[in-house]
């Protein structure tokens, strides 16, 4: 995985809070702790890291709420370059050991680690987000109906282009992208089954730096301006910022993903060109999980997903444009409606 400078991100300091793991000789049981009172979450962050204004940022304000509610000081790890999923669970372990629980991985990528290490520490409490193949006592599955806000969003795509012509961009070509692209074309074709649509995934692999690459976002995305989209939605992580420049450089509009990123302070100079964001309460379910813990000592264990529903997904409004656009609000509150009654049945690939 190539990492790169973060876009318009300069004040985002992550270094410092890295936790530098060495090999350690022995991972028996044994030394596993877990048992006494926690001293906060352990948070691990996914590709791209903290400041991407997106998945692992909205992990990060989870994380924040619970060490002011609960009163403790958790920890936040920064992946590294090249890593393994040997350096991953080595991470994991060394937050556990250290008293930390629980222990969360911030995107799929932690699976096989989180399986590896959870079994290690059957006192602790593990979390991976966006993941519910880890099936264990000590394992909660925080996972995502990401086609629904992501039909809402093509919807809102629909509404709002003038060219009858739009973009969908992915960070990786992977099942879980294309829930995002299934929802979003779905949503589109609602409002008009003839609508020309863009799509593209950055890269086949995580390593390849499809989440990570503001470069490769906002190349792919002027190559679809370039083509005529005038309405772009990125599922791409830390790549979508770049995704963001270009449209706001071109002055089309772009759909953000998983945080508000209308409201994201490093995006500020974007911030007239985001329509809205296909968000997913990512924030509430590590303070959820961390309540459960650290709060009431009944650890949410099995698979949790958010929906339309029960306010897993969502679509931002901070946007006035957005916001104050009564036929856009009209035609997304039916669709809500639909999804949530089970007369529109949202595809995932």
Not at 30 to 51: M, P
Not at 289 to 294: D, F, M, N, T
Request: charged share 20%; proline share 3%; net charge neutral.
């Amino acid at each position: 995985m190539r990492r790169v400078s973060r876009i318009a991100a300069a004040g985002v300091a992550t270094a410092a809070l890295a936790i530098t793991v060495s090999a350690c000789g022995s991972s028996s049981t044994s030394s596993a702790g877990g048992g006494g009172k926690s001293k906060g979450v352990g948070l691990a962050y996914d590709i791209g890291g903290k400041g991407d204004q997106s998945f692992n940022d909205a992990a990060y304000a989870g994380f924040q709420k619970a060490e002011k509610d609960f009163g403790v000081t958790g920890r936040d790890v920064e992946p590294q370059d090249g890593e393994t999923d040997a350096d991953k669970a080595q991470r994991l372990e060394t937050l556990a050991k250290a008293g930390y629980n629980p222990v969360i991985g911030v995107g799929f990528v932690y699976a096989p680690a989180v399986k590896e290490v959870a079994a290690k520490f059957p006192k602790v409490t593990f979390g991976i987000i966006d993941d519910n193949e880890i099936h264990a006592k000590n394992v909660t599955d925080m996972v995502f109906h990401e086609e629904e806000s992501s039909y809402l969003a093509g919807v809102a795509a629909a509404k709002t282009t003038k060219k009858n012509h739009i973009g969908f961009i992915g960070g990786v070509d992977i099942p879980l992208i294309h829930k995002f692209e299934a929802g979003f074309v779905q949503g589109a074709q609602s409002v008009n089954p003839k609508i020309k649509i863009e799509t593209q995934f950055l890269t086949q692999t995580p390593q390849e730096g499809g989440f990570a690459s503001p470069d490769k976002g906002e190349s792919a995305a002027n190559g679809q301006i370039d083509a005529g989209a005038d309405v772009i939605y990125h599922a791409a992580g830390l790549s979508g910022q770049g995704v963001i420049k270009a449209a706001a450089t071109h002055k089309v509009w772009a759909i953000g993903v998983d945080s508000d990123q209308y409201s994201q302070s490093a995006l500020a100079s974007y911030k007239n060109y985001i329509l809205t964001s296909a968000m997913k309460n990512v924030s509430g379910s590590v303070y959820d999980l961390a309540k459960s813990v650290i709060q009431d000592k009944k650890p949410l264990t099995g698979e949790i997903r958010g929906s339309l529903s029960n306010g897993g997904v969502s679509l931002a409004d901070s946007n006035p444009v957005f916001k104050n656009n009564a036929a856009l609000q009209a035609a997304l509150k039916k669709a809500e409606q639909g999804i949530k009654d089970g007369s529109i049945k949202v595809k995932t690939s």
